[in-house]
Protein backbone atom coordinates (compact mmCIF):
# COMPACT_ATOMS: atom_id res chain seq x y z
CA UNK A 1 0.00 0.00 0.00
CA UNK A 2 1.28 3.70 -0.74
CA UNK A 3 1.94 6.22 1.64
CA UNK A 4 -1.12 7.97 2.04
CA UNK A 5 0.22 11.82 1.35
CA UNK A 6 2.33 11.61 -1.84
CA UNK A 7 2.05 12.95 -5.22
CA UNK A 8 0.48 9.85 -6.24
CA UNK A 9 -2.19 9.70 -3.46
CA UNK A 10 -2.66 13.09 -2.11
CA UNK A 11 -4.68 13.83 0.66
CA UNK A 12 -7.83 16.06 0.41
CA UNK A 13 -8.52 19.11 2.75
CA UNK A 14 -11.98 20.02 2.13
CA UNK A 15 -13.85 23.02 2.72
CA UNK A 16 -17.49 23.16 2.68
CA UNK A 17 -19.47 26.47 3.82
CA UNK A 18 -23.00 26.75 3.85
CA UNK A 19 -25.08 28.69 2.19
CA UNK A 20 -24.90 32.72 2.86
CA UNK A 21 -22.69 31.54 5.55
CA UNK A 22 -25.82 30.73 7.49
CA UNK A 23 -25.18 29.03 10.99
CA UNK A 24 -26.94 25.93 9.73
CA UNK A 25 -24.57 23.75 11.77
CA UNK A 26 -25.33 25.29 15.18
CA UNK A 27 -27.22 22.78 16.89
CA UNK A 28 -25.61 19.57 18.43
CA UNK A 29 -28.65 18.14 16.57
CA UNK A 30 -27.66 19.46 13.19
CA UNK A 31 -24.10 18.48 14.24
CA UNK A 32 -25.07 15.35 14.50
CA UNK A 33 -26.69 14.35 11.97
CA UNK A 34 -23.70 16.26 9.70
CA UNK A 35 -21.37 13.53 11.54
CA UNK A 36 -23.33 10.48 11.15
CA UNK A 37 -23.87 12.07 6.74
CA UNK A 38 -20.04 12.05 6.70
CA UNK A 39 -19.74 8.78 8.15
CA UNK A 40 -22.43 7.73 5.61
CA UNK A 41 -20.49 9.30 2.83
CA UNK A 42 -17.20 7.83 3.54
CA UNK A 43 -18.64 3.94 3.61
CA UNK A 44 -19.83 4.74 0.33
CA UNK A 45 -17.26 6.33 -1.18
CA UNK A 46 -14.80 4.58 0.25
CA UNK A 47 -12.18 7.17 1.09
CA UNK A 48 -10.82 7.40 5.16
CA UNK A 49 -11.38 10.22 7.29
CA UNK A 50 -8.26 11.78 9.19
CA UNK A 51 -9.65 14.41 10.44
CA UNK A 52 -12.65 17.05 10.63
CA UNK A 53 -14.42 19.84 12.37
CA UNK A 54 -17.82 21.27 12.32
CA UNK A 55 -18.41 24.84 12.91
CA UNK A 56 -21.72 26.78 13.39
CA UNK A 57 -21.23 27.77 9.46
CA UNK A 58 -19.07 25.46 7.82
CA UNK A 59 -16.58 22.05 7.95
CA UNK A 60 -13.79 21.21 7.07
CA UNK A 61 -12.62 17.31 6.53
CA UNK A 62 -8.99 15.88 5.71
CA UNK A 63 -9.53 12.53 3.76
CA UNK A 64 -8.13 10.37 1.38
CA UNK A 65 -9.02 10.57 -2.67
CA UNK A 66 -10.24 7.02 -3.82
CA UNK A 67 -11.36 8.87 -6.60
CA UNK A 68 -11.22 12.13 -8.60
CA UNK A 69 -11.25 15.04 -5.95
CA UNK A 70 -14.32 16.33 -7.05
CA UNK A 71 -16.54 13.73 -6.69
CA UNK A 72 -15.22 12.97 -3.23
CA UNK A 73 -16.54 16.37 -2.30
CA UNK A 74 -19.82 16.22 -4.28
CA UNK A 75 -20.75 12.88 -2.73
CA UNK A 76 -19.80 14.45 0.50
CA UNK A 77 -21.86 17.52 0.01
CA UNK A 78 -24.70 15.45 -1.57
CA UNK A 79 -25.19 13.47 1.74
CA UNK A 80 -25.10 15.72 4.29
CA UNK A 81 -27.22 18.15 2.15
CA UNK A 82 -29.83 15.31 1.83
CA UNK A 83 -30.05 14.02 5.64
CA UNK A 84 -30.04 18.22 6.93
CA UNK A 85 -32.79 18.99 4.84
CA UNK A 86 -34.83 15.73 5.14
CA UNK A 87 -34.15 16.91 8.96
CA UNK A 88 -35.56 20.19 8.71
CA UNK A 89 -38.60 18.89 6.33
CA UNK A 90 -39.10 16.49 8.81
CA UNK A 91 -39.66 18.71 11.64
CA UNK A 92 -41.16 21.27 9.42
CA UNK A 93 -38.44 23.92 10.13
CA UNK A 94 -40.06 26.39 7.84
CA UNK A 95 -37.97 29.28 8.60
CA UNK A 96 -34.59 27.70 8.23
CA UNK A 97 -35.91 25.83 4.56
CA UNK A 98 -36.67 29.38 3.08
CA UNK A 99 -32.98 30.76 3.75
CA UNK A 100 -31.74 27.68 2.42
CA UNK A 101 -34.28 28.45 -1.13
CA UNK A 102 -32.90 28.60 -4.40
CA UNK A 103 -33.77 31.77 -6.20
CA UNK A 104 -34.38 29.60 -9.38
CA UNK A 105 -35.05 26.29 -9.06
CA UNK A 106 -32.57 23.67 -10.97
CA UNK A 107 -32.71 20.03 -11.28
CA UNK A 108 -35.77 19.80 -9.27
CA UNK A 109 -33.27 20.72 -6.39
CA UNK A 110 -35.58 23.49 -4.39
CA UNK A 111 -33.20 23.58 -1.91
CA UNK A 112 -29.46 24.41 -1.54
CA UNK A 113 -27.28 23.73 1.99
CA UNK A 114 -24.11 24.84 0.48
CA UNK A 115 -22.33 28.07 -0.96
CA UNK A 116 -21.47 27.05 -4.92
CA UNK A 117 -17.94 27.56 -4.59
CA UNK A 118 -15.96 25.14 -2.93
CA UNK A 119 -12.32 24.46 -1.67
CA UNK A 120 -10.38 21.27 -2.34
CA UNK A 121 -6.74 21.55 -1.31
CA UNK A 122 -4.43 18.63 -2.41
CA UNK A 123 -2.12 17.79 0.44
CA UNK A 124 0.85 15.96 -0.88
CA UNK A 125 3.43 16.10 1.66
CA UNK A 126 3.49 15.01 5.58
CA UNK A 127 4.56 18.46 6.70
CA UNK A 128 1.68 19.96 4.97
CA UNK A 129 -0.71 16.84 6.43
CA UNK A 130 0.17 18.24 9.76
CA UNK A 131 -0.01 22.08 9.37
CA UNK A 132 -3.77 20.92 7.89
CA UNK A 133 -4.62 18.89 10.91
CA UNK A 134 -3.66 21.59 13.47
CA UNK A 135 -5.10 24.61 11.06
CA UNK A 136 -8.13 22.31 11.49
CA UNK A 137 -8.25 21.72 14.84
CA UNK A 138 -7.26 25.36 16.11
CA UNK A 139 -10.95 26.21 14.52
CA UNK A 140 -13.03 26.46 17.50
CA UNK A 141 -10.02 28.55 19.12
CA UNK A 142 -10.12 31.18 16.79
CA UNK A 143 -14.01 31.75 16.72
CA UNK A 144 -14.09 31.65 20.65
CA UNK A 145 -15.84 28.81 20.63
CA UNK A 146 -13.87 26.98 23.19
CA UNK A 147 -10.19 27.63 24.88
CA UNK A 148 -8.32 24.28 24.13
CA UNK A 149 -9.25 22.57 20.87
CA UNK A 150 -9.32 19.04 22.49
CA UNK A 151 -12.71 20.93 24.34
CA UNK A 152 -14.27 21.63 21.40
CA UNK A 153 -17.25 18.36 21.16
CA UNK A 154 -16.99 18.62 16.97
CA UNK A 155 -13.79 17.82 15.71
CA UNK A 156 -11.18 14.66 15.48
CA UNK A 157 -8.30 16.94 18.13
CA UNK A 158 -9.20 15.08 21.15
CA UNK A 159 -8.18 11.43 18.57
CA UNK A 160 -5.63 13.01 17.94
CA UNK A 161 -4.33 13.65 21.27
CA UNK A 162 -5.00 10.24 22.00
CA UNK A 163 -7.76 11.07 24.87
CA UNK A 164 -10.58 10.71 22.77
CA UNK A 165 -14.09 10.11 25.00
CA UNK A 166 -16.21 7.42 24.63
CA UNK A 167 -19.15 9.13 22.58
CA UNK A 168 -16.57 10.94 20.22
CA UNK A 169 -19.19 12.38 17.34
CA UNK A 170 -16.90 10.54 14.73
CA UNK A 171 -14.36 8.26 14.49
CA UNK A 172 -11.16 9.64 12.48
CA UNK A 173 -8.91 6.80 10.25
CA UNK A 174 -5.64 7.83 12.23
CA UNK A 175 -4.12 4.44 12.73
CA UNK A 176 -4.91 3.93 9.15
CA UNK A 177 -2.24 6.24 8.04
CA UNK A 178 0.92 5.02 6.63
CA UNK A 179 3.88 7.70 7.75
CA UNK A 180 6.77 7.85 5.22
CA UNK A 181 8.93 9.52 8.04
CA UNK A 182 9.59 7.04 10.81
NI1 LIG B 1 -12.56 27.33 9.11
Not at 4 to 22: G, Q
Not at 103 to 130: C, G, I, P
Not at 132 to 161: F, G, M
Not at 171 to 176: A, T
Request: with cysteine; net charge positive; proline share 5%.
Amino acid sequence: MKPTTSIDTPALFITAVAKDRLPVFRTDKLKTITCAAIDEARHSGQFLLFAYVIMPDHLHLLTTSPHRPSKVVQLIKGIISRRVIGYLKDHELQSSLQKLQHEAWKRNHRYSLWQHHSDVFLVTSESTFMQKVNYLHLNPIRAELSERATDYRWSSARSWSRCPTEDEPLQVDIDKIIWRRS
